[in-house]
């Protein structure tokens, strides 16, 4: 079993930054695919951001349009630990947001590939 727990979520004003930090306990994720979903209020849960497991760790990542070029995930292998740097913030960001572990590494945008889930941190962007 897998345990993921978020943190770092808080207010925020448009424009501005925050960093999340995805702490998984359990297992080693190294080999996971580990993704980021937000859900706003009246919505469905939705891709973010994640990064697949790719050989040698090359920082291969998958995008949403949404945030190409204003967010980034990123791995600590050696804390297990995954990172998501939120920049430009925009209003239309304020949500829950979760992390997820894929033990098959895949990365798929797709909630239901996912079978370790955080309880999420809420993040809030202000005009």
């Known amino acids: 079993q897998v345990q993921l727990a978020e943190s770092g979520g808080g207010l925020a004003q448009a424009g501005g930054s925050l960093r999340l930090s995805c702490v998984a306990s359990g297992r080693n994720i190294s080999a996971y695919g580990i993704s980021w979903f937000r859900q706003a209020p009246g919505k469905e849960r939705e891709f973010v951001i994640g990064?697949?497991?790719?050989?040698?760790?090359?920082?291969?990542?998958v995008y949403s349009d949404s945030v190409e070029g204003r967010f980034t995930v990123s791995r600590d292998n050696a804390e297990n630990t995954v990172y998501l740097q939120m920049n430009s913030l925009k209003t239309e960001d304020t949500a829950v947001y979760y992390c997820a572990a894929d033990p098959s590494g895949s990365g798929s945008t797709r909630p239901g590939a996912y079978v370790y889930w955080g309880q999420g941190t809420r993040v809030t962007v202000s005009s």
């Open positions: 990064v697949p497991w790719r050989p040698g760790n090359r920082g291969y990542q």
